[in-house]
């Protein structure tokens, strides 16, 4: 069973500061995602990444593969309230068809 | 665009009591899931499909059915509903290999 341990599981911050969220595996994934949920709403995707070593932006997100693609790592500059939500992360599998197995997820607050 | 429609959005059932959650997506995708959302664990698999006429088992299947009949709908049955399947339910497509999922907006369901 291919285990996400994600880090850490709640975050309060004030508008402004910077965060980084971890997502970290013992196993090897083809492709990890990274999804954020709103309450009463379903995870939206983020991002994917697939390459070890990847590094993707998405305006003040930024998103890495570990080289050995185990682990990953969402970085938000300048976090703003409209950034509030459960941020989940989801590797894929390398074999055959695959299944997502999720992370328990970051819930992160961002006060103004 | 709809994307992936979840029936219904809140539902309440007796213990005991069947019901079936529907899914529905109209973006021509293969894969198709169900996960079940529960606090402090995060998404779990529940059955997911590769194709119409095929389903598989995922982490947390026991007490609920599937089927695939066409590409578009995906519906979960729960046969003797119980209070331990009070949760969040999440329908999910995507292209082959089950990366970029999309989720449906849920369906919350108390069993009482």
């Known amino acids: 069973t291919q285990l996400l341990e994600q880090s850490p599981q709640f975050l309060s911050i004030q508008e402004g500061e910077n965060l980084t969220v971890y997502c970290n595996s013992s196993?090897?994934?083809?492709?990890l995602q990274w999804y954020r949920q709103e309450p009463g709403e379903g995870p939206v995707l983020l991002v994917t990444?697939?390459?070890?070593?990847e590094v993707k932006k998405l305006k003040r997100l930024t998103f890495q593969f570990g080289d050995a693609r185990k682990d990953s790592s969402l970085h938000i500059t300048a976090a703003q309230p409209g950034d509030t939500g459960l941020y989940l992360c989801?590797?894929?599998?390398?074999?055959?068809?695959?299944?997502?197995?999720f992370g328990k997820g970051t819930m992160l607050l961002v006060s103004p | 665009n709809a994307g992936v429609t979840q029936t219904p959005k809140f539902q309440v059932l007796k213990t005991g009591q069947s019901m079936t959650l529907q899914c529905a997506q109209d973006?021509?995708?293969?894969?198709m899931s169900w996960y079940r959302q529960d606090p402090g664990m995060g998404l779990r698999l529940i059955h997911y499909?590769?194709?119409?006429?095929?389903?598989d088992q995922g982490e947390v299947p026991n007490g609920y059915n599937v089927s695939r009949s066409t590409t578009e709908d995906f519906p979960l049955r729960l046969l003797s509903a119980a209070p331990s399947q009070t949760s969040v339910y999440f329908c999910?497509?995507?292209?082959?290999?089950?990366?970029?999922?999309?989720f449906g907006q849920g369906t919350r369901l108390t069993v009482v």
């Open positions: 999910a497509s995507s292209r082959p290999p089950g990366q970029l999922a999309f």
């Open positions: 196993s090897v994934f083809s492709s």
């Open positions: 990444v697939v390459t070890g070593g």
């Open positions: 989801a590797g894929a599998s390398p074999s055959g068809y695959s299944t997502l197995t």
């Open positions: 973006m021509n995708h293969e894969y």
């Open positions: 499909s590769v194709g119409a006429g095929i389903t």
